[in-house]
């Protein structure tokens, strides 16, 4: 699988703080399509965007976007 398309926690994250993909996106400064593309696999987030969406969600970048073989 390539990084593109690896998958992540952001839309579990988002969802368990009910927050939209707009509200989301307001916190982390990007638009509701970069989170809806982040949350899909379609895009990946630059190490500074990556920080800004842990930072507005409590966790970790390695938390959101780390290999689940890492996580565990």
Known sequence: MDEATHPNMV???RRWHEFSQSEL???AGVSRQTIANIEKGN???SVHL???IARALGKTVEELFGDEQEQQ
Request: overall charge positive; cysteine-free.
């Open 25 to 27: 996106a307001e916190k």
């Open 43 to 45: 895009y990946s987030p």
């Open 11 to 13: 839309r579990k994250w």
């Open 50 to 52: 990556a920080l800004d």
